[in-house]
T-cell receptor, first 114, second 113 residues
Framework: NAGVMQNPRHLVRRRGQEARLRCSPVKGHSHVYWYRQLPEEGLKFMVYLQKENIIDESGMPKERFSAEFPKEGPSILRIQQVVRGDSAAYFC????????????FGQGTRLTVV | GIQVEQSPPDLILQEGANSTLRCNFSDSVNNLQWFHQNPWGQLINLFYIPSGTKQNGRLSATTVATERYSLLYISSSQTTDSGVYFCAVESPAGGTSYGKLTFGQGTILTVHP
């Protein structure tokens, strides 16, 4: 069984560009979570999605950040007009739902804004 | 929201030593997980342990939910155990918080040969 797959592993963007981060959950998992890890810090929740629905985006900045989990295809975290402070590791996790919230994490995408 | 505190923040060991990492949380939890973040940044699931005791090789974990803490034991440590150990909890609020994890700040473990 493939685990959570994230791509790209590393992403470099110039200030003002857009960053798109992709996450394919574990096969059969219907719950997807995005977390951000700033340098020397722990992981912070950003957004929780199920297929075609955003359930909780309380941890996501109100501007420039958006997330989706379409009926077909991976979940996407989009950051528009990136700034240096967006440089971080972005992790995606999935869980099966159906009574289990055990989370499985991808390898992360390391975003560097230059 | 729920608070998660891990101790110690840093730990340096010689290969072969044993260690205990602690995670305190401020409220009841639905879920508690331990992760190892290796030097390449990958997060590896160690235990899913909202209560009780589990063992996996040289690692074991115990969560005492009524007293709001969890312990991770590492025996006969190896250099490959180096990295950051995170505890993460899910509060039982349910609804939009279902599955949402709050992480501690981590314990940085360095094992010297």
């Amino acid at each position: 069984n493939a685990g959570v797959m994230q791509n790209p592993r590393h992403l470099v963007r110039r200030r003002g560009q857009e960053a798109r981060l992709r996450c394919s959950p574990v096969k059969g998992h219907s719950h997807v979570y995005w977390y951000r890890q700033l340098p020397e810090e722990g992981l912070k929740f950003m957004v929780y999605l199920q297929k075609e629905n955003i359930i909780d985006e309380s941890g996501m900045p109100k501007e420039r950040f958006s997330a989706e989990f379409p009926k077909e295809g991976p979940s996407i975290l989009r950051i528009q007009q990136v700034v240096r402070g967006d440089s971080a590791a972005y992790f995606c996790a999935s869980s099966p739902g159906a009574g289990s919230t055990e989370a499985f994490f991808g390898q992360g995408t390391r975003l560097t804004v230059v | 929201g729920i608070q998660v505190e891990q101790s110690p923040p840093d730990l340096i060991l010689q290969e072969g030593a044993n260690s205990t990492l602690r995670c305190n949380f401020s409220d009841s939890v639905n879920n508690l997980q331990w992760f190892h973040q290796n030097p390449w940044g990958q997060l590896i699931n160690l235990f899913y342990i909202p209560s009780g005791t589990k063992q996996n090789g040289r690692l074991s974990a115990t969560t005492v939910a009524t007293e709001r803490y969890s312990l991770l034991y590492i025996s006969s440590s190896q250099t490959t155990d180096s990295g950051v150990y995170f505890c993460a909890v899910e509060s039982p609020a349910g609804g939009t918080s279902y599955g949402k994890l709050t992480f501690g700040q981590g314990t940085i473990l360095t094992v010297h040969p």
